[in-house]
T-cell receptor, first 114, second 113 residues
Framework: DTGVSQNPRHKITKRGQNVTFRCDPISEHNRLYWYRQTLGQGPEFLTYFQNEAQLEKSRLLSDRFSAERPKGSFSTLEIQRTEQGDSAMYLC????????????FGQGTRLTVV | GENVEQHPSTLSVQEGDSAVIKCTYSDSASNYFPWYKQELGKGPQLIIDIRSNVGEKKDQRIAVTLNKTAKHFSLHITETQPEDSAVYFCAALTPPRADKLIFGTGTRLQVFP
């Protein structure tokens, strides 16, 4: 499968715990994006990387959230001290820099904080 | 900042009928408008897009129209089939921020056989 891969698909965690999600983009893509989607809403931009550089962070990304892309390939999104309001689908997408408008999404990681 | 409104939130049609979903954007500088289809448990899939220098684009049963003056764009699906049932999202991109899509709130389309 050469699409965007996200793991895990589902995560249930207790409030206050830390969680980490992984995204493997399409191999030739140098841009990687994280979005959050809550029930009944469209995806909301969180952050994006060009290669290993994190170029922008949304104000939605509080200091409990951190994203990395250490080698310009896969990326991780960590949420510390999870809250119930963090429950959402976390989507990763990737694209070529030259064709940033054509972003391909992964299947997402659904986080439930109980 | 850019805001995208999408209507209707739900749409039910009989198989074979047409479906139209409409979006309005706020920033006149927006120049790229993709449409995504999201099936249950899956990520959004790009199905068609249009750029601001084009008024209409068609791909088989799917078409998108853009009215820059009114800041409206619409998705048209003809000869709907049950497998078209999904949630559809419109989005907009505004330069120079060619990296952040602003999505509408989605339309749940149900096609009844």
């Amino acid at each position: 499968d050469t699409g965007v891969s996200q793991n895990p698909r589902h995560k249930i965690t207790k409030r206050g715990q830390n969680v980490t999600f992984r995204c493997d983009p399409i191999s030739e893509h140098n841009r990687l994006y994280w979005y959050r989607q809550t029930l009944g809403q469209g995806p909301e931009f969180l952050t994006y990387f060009q290669n290993e550089a994190q170029l922008e962070k949304s104000r939605l990304l509080s200091d409990r959230f951190s994203a990395e892309r250490p080698k310009g390939s896969f990326s991780t999104l960590e949420i510390q001290r999870t809250e119930q309001g963090d429950s959402a689908m976390y989507l990763c997408a990737s694209s070529f820099e030259s064709r940033a408008t054509e972003a391909f999404f992964g299947q997402g990681t659904r986080l439930t904080v109980v | 900042g850019e805001n995208v409104e999408q209507h209707p939130s739900t749409l039910s049609v009989q198989e074979g009928d047409s479906a139209v979903i409409k979006c309005t954007y706020s920033d006149s500088a927006s120049n790229y408008f993709p449409w995504y289809k999201q099936e249950l448990g899956k990520g959004p899939q790009l199905i068609i897009d249009i750029r601001s220098n084009v008024g209409e684009k068609k791909d088989q049963r799917i078409a998108v129209t853009l009215n820059k003056t009114a800041k409206h764009f619409s998705l048209h699906i003809t000869e709907t089939q049950p497998e078209d049932s999904a949630v559809y999202f419109c989005a907009a991109l505004t330069p120079p921020r060619a990296d952040k899509l602003i999505f509408g709130t989605g339309t749940r389309l149900q096609v009844f056989p």
